[in-house]
Structures are given as C-alpha cells and as structure tokens.
Nanobody
Framework: QVQLVESGGGSVQAGGSLRLSCIAY???????MGWFRQAPGKEREGVAG???????EYAESVKGRFTFSQDNANGILSLQMDSLKPEDTAMYYC????????????????????WGQGTQVTVSS
C-alpha cells in the first residue's frame, strides 16, 4: 500500500510561482508518479509524470513552466510551477502506481491506483 500526501497549493497572481510537494508513505519502491489537475466541470488531466528512473513527461500546456524535483532520501516529489496562468487554476492531485519494468504513459490517469487528497491552486489575473 502507498499513501500520498500533497501540500503547497495556494493562491497567486498570474505570473507567480507555487511549489507543490507529494510525500509517499509505505512501500515506495518502483513507483511511477504523476501530477494531475481537475478544474470544475472539466475532466482530470495529466500535468507531469516521472518514472522510477527519473525520466519525465510534461503536458504541452505546462512545458517550460513546470519542473519536477525529487528528494529521494525523504521520499518527496515536488513540482515547481512558474509563470502561472489563470487557466492553471484547479485541484492538483499526486498519483502513483507500481509498475515494472516500464511505467508506460505517465500522463494517463487510468494507469494510477494511488491518489492523494488534492491541493487547490488558484491563479488570479
């Protein structure tokens, strides 16, 4: 079992930055992990994903603005979000799945079976 706890959401003006963090508890070996977001009335969409080898994938809408960082010693996966836009406003969720030897499509929500409770990000214009 894996438990995911997110933190770091908040409100910011357009052009600002936020850093989201996700801590994984439990059996954390060979985890594929991702960040997803869901705005009211919209489907959940993949934002960024990272496999257990450190390979990353980003949605086109966030490339060049969002960046992963990992603190493997403490099991923390962070997403640095810069140049935020009002359309980035959503509930952000950390997700994980144990896979091997490859993760597959990191931005596909259906692949993940562990989810955090979500953290709200609001960007005002």
């Amino acid at each position: 079992q894996v438990q995911l706890v997110e933190s770091g959401g908040g409100s910011v003006q357009a052009g600002g930055s936020l850093r989201l963090s996700c801590i994984a508890y439990g059996n954390t070996g060979n985890l594929c992990m991702g960040w997803f977001r869901q705005a009211p009335g919209k489907e959940r969409e993949g934002v960024a994903g990272i496999d257990f080898r450190g390979s990353t994938e980003y949605a086109e809408s966030v490339k060049g603005r969002f960046t992963f960082s990992q603190d493997n010693a403490n099991g923390i996966l962070s997403l640095q979000m810069d140049s935020l836009k009002p359309e980035d406003t959503a509930m952000y969720y950390c997700a994980a799945v144990r896979r091997g030897p490859f993760c597959g499509t990191l931005l596909a929500a259906a692949m993940y079976n562990y989810w955090g409770q979500g953290t709200q990000v609001t960007v005002s214009s």
